[in-house]
């Protein structure tokens, strides 16, 4: 049977804990953790660099790649748990705003198939 996925705030728990019983909180300035974020980030653009676009859609059905993908996304996730935790954001709702304000930028009758900023629409 397939455990239910965790939520934010379980995932924040597990990781604080995770840290805290190493001790590492003292390395976990809020600029570290945004160092660090853009890192994993940039290990998450090198899965496709110097692939053309239809390479790394078709390397989505190679397990190593999704392996690969699946644990360089999870990084990008906690560490955007340690920025929220230690700057005091609930990111869950952070999201749920941030998905509203962009319904107001891009709203559907001026945005739909098409790339432009909002600034453009």
Avoid at 13 to 21: E, G, M, V, Y
Avoid at 29 to 45: F, G, Q, V, W
Avoid at 98 to 120: D, F, H, Q, S, W
Wanted: aromatic residues 6%.
């Amino acid at each position: 049977m397939e455990r239910p996925s965790p939520n934010l705030d379980d995932l924040t728990a597990q990781l604080i804990a995770f840290r805290d019983a190493r001790d590492w909180r003292q390395f976990h300035s809020l600029k570290d953790l945004m160092l660090s974020l853009t890192l994993e980030a940039s290990e998450l653009l090198e899965l496709a660099q110097w692939k053309k676009e239809a390479e790394v859609e078709q390397a989505m059905n190679e397990p190593e790649f999704k392996d690969c993908l699946r644990e360089e996304c999870a990084d990008v996730l906690l560490y955007l748990l340690l920025i929220s935790e230690r700057a005091g954001i609930d990111l869950a709702q952070a999201a749920a705003d941030k998905i509203r304000l962009n319904e107001a930028k891009y709203p559907v009758e001026r945005a739909r198939g098409n790339a432009r900023k909002y600034t453009e629409l």
